[in-house]
């Protein structure tokens, strides 16, 4: 019987870095006898472009229908009209939502040979290995209303609700707990309760999850103390539970430490069902259609498919390795170093060269 993944290049540099993971995937279906079978389809503004909407509803079937997704990246300046009532992203939010992934995993590890690319002074970089567990179907992101209102006397205005409700706060933090596990069994809940009061539910509700947790260490910091300690003290962070819109802004600060936003994958995850699988970099319209894109962060997220929708602990683990081994032997997309760098292509190959002899 075959894999069936269906595989969602997007916008930009999605096609770029698509490519790269389907190539790795290929490798890792001959390697390890997995029969995978990747079917292409539209979404974002390519499918706003063919479609008229940015996800149509056979894509999202498909989607439910397979075993994972492999998602590139959505959007660009060409559909970026603040006033546009169909945008690329709202594509990605319905397939989060209506595929049920509500938990985002971001794994933010730094590479030892590449302290030299991070801005950040490299004894704060050592031992850094952070999980960030997004909330991602719920908060800001989804809540009614949100809309503009025009006022009487002709004042314009916007609004945007965020909204938690306890279950959906309650999953996320025991996934977090639970994820913890098998790390250093230490979670940091980040909110700001002093303002928010969906924030403050939040922190009740994680407490009643951690309160039958005794094993695990826990505590709770405010988004804005957690900005700064991301950056200031980040190797004394495990695991950190948040909501959506603090965990999007957390990570793409957090992307900083590894050198290169380029490098980080992203797993999303529902309580069962396909998962979801991008890099957290977006489409990048200055630099598509180079062919100088960093591959890591999608080629990384093929691994978290193994690993979580496939249950192929060793594939994942092999493409790691093969990352970590072209990362070691210097090899280097423009983004981490501008003097002698790979193509797309070249660092891909690299990587896949060594995927090929790797046994774990
Ligand atoms: C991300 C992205 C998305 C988000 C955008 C493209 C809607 O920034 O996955 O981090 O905000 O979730
Ligand atoms: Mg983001």
């Not at 490519?19 to 706003?48: C, R, W, Y």
């Not at 249950?311 to 092999?318: C, I, L, N, R, Y």
Request: one cysteine or more.
């Amino acid at each position: 019987m075959s894999i069936k993944i269906v595989v969602l290049p997007g916008d930009g540099i999605g096609p770029e870095v698509s490519n790269a993971a389907q190539l790795v995937l290929d490798t890792i279906s001959s390697k390890f006898n997995l029969n995978i079978q990747m079917e292409e389809k539209l979404m974002g503004g390519v499918s706003i472009d063919q479609h008229g909407v940015a996800l149509t509803d056979e894509t999202l079937a498909d989607c439910i229908n397979a075993k994972a997704v492999l998602l590139g990246a959505v959007g660009g300046p060409k559909w970026d009209n603040p006033n546009a009532k169909i945008r690329p992203e709202q594509g990605l939010l319905t397939l989060r939502k209506e595929m049920g992934l509500f938990a985002n995993l971001r794994p933010i590890k730094v590479h030892p040979q590449l302290h030299d690319a991070s801005p950040l002074k490299n004894n704060l970089l050592n031992d850094v290995d952070i999980l960030v567990v997004r909330e991602l179907t719920g908060g800001i992101y989804f809540g009614k209303p949100s809309e503009r209102i025009i006022s009487q006397n002709g004042t314009l205005s916007a609004v945007d609700s965020m909204i938690y409700n306890d279950f959906e706060i309650k999953r996320i933090v025991e996934l977090a707990c639970k994820l913890s596990e098998n790390r250093k069994s230490s979670v940091t809940s980040v909110d700001k309760a002093n303002v928010l009061e969906s924030s403050r539910l939040w922190r009740q509700i994680a407490n009643n999850v951690f309160d039958v947790h005794p094993n695990i260490k826990s505590n709770h910091i405010l988004v804005d103390a957690a900005a700064m300690h991301l950056i200031s003290q980040p190797a004394k962070f495990d695991v950190i539970v948040t909501s959506n819109l603090f965990g999007d802004i957390l990570t793409d600060e957090a992307s900083v430490l590894t050198g290169s936003m380029g490098n980080l994958p992203s797993a999303s995850i529902g309580k069962n069902g396909p998962g979801l699988y991008e890099p957290i970099h977006g489409s990048a319209p200055d630099i598509a259609g180079k062919g100088i894109a960093n591959p890591i962060g999608m080629i990384l997220s093929t691994a978290l498919l193994l690993r979580y929708s496939l249950d192929q602990e060793k594939a994942a683990m092999s493409i790691e390795k093969a990352v970590n081994l072209a990362l070691e032997d210097g090899c280097r997309t423009v983004d981490l170093n501008d003097q002698k760098s790979l193509s797309t292509q070249e660092m891909t190959n690299e990587i896949i060269m060594r995927l090929e002899s790797i046994n774990i």
